[in-house]
């Protein structure tokens, strides 16, 4: 097995924290309180596309677990699950800024349930 040397780049632990970090916004994004609603709108369906996929990608990868062993699956459980989920939630908590942000534009203050 190859060996990791410390002070590399590491893109994989990269992308983990930058999936969990829920502020961490797009390239050129900028922040929902500056936008327009043309710019508003335009992020919305960014994210909502993101989200749509990643909920794929994570009922995929639980299909796929049901044909693994119970070591394989745990190992995937423990790995890849958590990594997904923490991605779809980040675009989830974003789609909710972007979904505020236009109902606001529009007049409508938006109010969670």
Do not use: C
């Not at 929902?32 to 919305?44: F, G, Q």
């Not at 044909?67 to 923490?86: F, I, M």
């Amino acid at each position: 097995m190859k060996k990791v040397l410390p002070g590399k780049a590491r893109p994989d632990i990269d992308a983990a924290v930058r999936g969990g970090d829920w502020a961490q916004a797009m390239d050129g994004e900028g922040a929902p309180e500056n936008a327009t609603l043309e710019h508003a709108l335009y992020w919305k369906q960014i994210y909502t596309e993101i989200l749509a996929m990643e909920e794929k990608v994570l009922a995929r990868i639980r299909q796929l677990m049901t044909t693994q062993s119970d070591q394989g699956r745990r190992e995937v459980e423990l790995t890849n699950v958590p990594v997904v989920v923490a991605q779809a939630e980040r675009f989830r908590q974003r789609l909710g800024y972007w979904e505020t942000r236009v109902a606001e534009l529009n007049g409508h203050p938006h109010h969670e349930t």
